[in-house]
């Protein structure tokens, strides 16, 4: 039953009661199980405004999820990582890897294997090695987040991704240190096809 329960948060990986449902569904002891719990709560407090004390619990919520990813980090990750290779860092939200840090070559090579193994929605290049295909991949499009910080994409590389089709669902598009100067910046504002930026 849980296997079923994690296909359908893979399937639907912006549904957090399909995510609640998956750790009710483990044994009441799992460390796996209270950490999904905590950083859905947490995720509950940050997209509500509320007072102090909600931040205060927030806070809590945090450094209780932190202990328990150190102590059971092999636990909470190994699902994805003994499917996929080339993963240089995962990021956790809402109780499951949502984020990857990889090249773009290895993130095509094991696109299938990641997105069968985890409700990703974000992407953190490594480097720019196979910048070029994965632009014009379909996988790009299952994505919200394409974190590009600190590589060398240059206008020329920004005039590319944008123009891309499969940029569609980005919702947030980090390219600090990316040099891409005005005529970057003017071809990203131009572009219709970045609907959810």
């Known amino acids: ?18 995510r609640l449902r998956f750790a009710q569904a483990l044994p009441s002891d799992s460390p796996c199980r209270r950490f999904i719990i905590l950083q859905l709560q947490m995720a509950w407090v ?25 102590e059971n980090s092999e ?11 080339g993963v240089e860092h995962v990021v956790f939200a809402r109780g499951f ?7 773009p070559r290895q993130f095509l090579a094991m696109a299938d294997s990641l997105f ?17 295909e994965l632009v014009q991949s379909p996988f790009l ?27 569609h669902a980005l919702r947030w ?5 990316c040099d891409i100067g005005r005529d970057g910046v003017e071809a990203l504002c131009a572009s219709s096809n970045l609907p959810e930026l």
């Open 1 to 18: 039953m849980t296997e079923d329960l994690r296909r359908f948060v893979i399937d639907h990986p912006e549904d957090d009661t399909a």
């Open 46 to 70: 940050l997209s509500h405004e509320g007072n102090a004390d909600d931040w205060d619990r927030f806070y809590s919520l945090r450094r209780h999820a932190q202990v328990l990813l150190a």
């Open 75 to 85: 636990e909470l990750s190994g699902y994805l990582r003994n499917r996929v290779r």
């Open 97 to 103: 890897v949502e984020r990857v840090t990889m090249t």
């Open 116 to 132: 069968s193994s985890a409700p990703i929605l974000a992407l953190r290049l490594s480097s720019l090695d196979g910048f070029d």
């Open 141 to 167: 499009g299952r994505l919200r987040v394409l974190s590009i910080g600190e590589q060398s994409l240059g206008a020329d590389g920004m005039r590319v991704l944008v123009g891309s089709p499969h940029v």
């Open 173 to 177: 598009l980090d390219v600090f240190g």
